[in-house]
């Protein structure tokens, strides 16, 4: 019933750039927060920055003054644009949306497949 796509993933060298798409779809009635999480080999999944209805940002300390996160309510889709990228970056990336479906009373949380997000040194 509802669906969050991503896009964007990929390979890139140490310095560059990429920008991650997630678009959200389905019965939803309302968007509360839009964020992305990431999760590397052997860790645990972390916040990495999350838009709130209100306008509100947070990040990560690690990626604070690199990565840039917007959304777009109209389309129903956040955007991470993740510049300066460092090895210890790469990870598979989440879209996280918390929302409420036009059947259901209640908030809650959603994820999408994950992108895979490397960079090389």
């Known amino acids: 019933q509802v669906q969050l796509v991503e896009s964007g993933g990929g390979l890139v060298q140490a310095g560059g750039s990429l920008r991650l798409s997630c678009a959200a779809s389905g019965s939803i009635f309302s968007i509360n927060s839009m964020g992305w999480y990431r999760q590397a080999p052997g860790k645990q999944r972390e916040l990495v920055a999350v838009?709130?209805?209100?306008?509100?940002?947070n990040y990560a300390d690690s990626v604070k003054g690199r990565f840039t996160i917007s959304r777009d309510d109209a389309k129903r889709t956040v955007y991470l644009q993740m510049n300066s990228l460092k090895p210890e970056d790469t990870a598979v990336y989440y879209c996280n949306a918390f929302l409420k479906r036009f059947t259901v009373s209640t908030y809650s949380a959603y994820w999408g497949q994950g992108t895979q997000v490397t960079v090389s040194s």
């Open positions: 838009s709130t209805s209100l306008g509100s940002t």
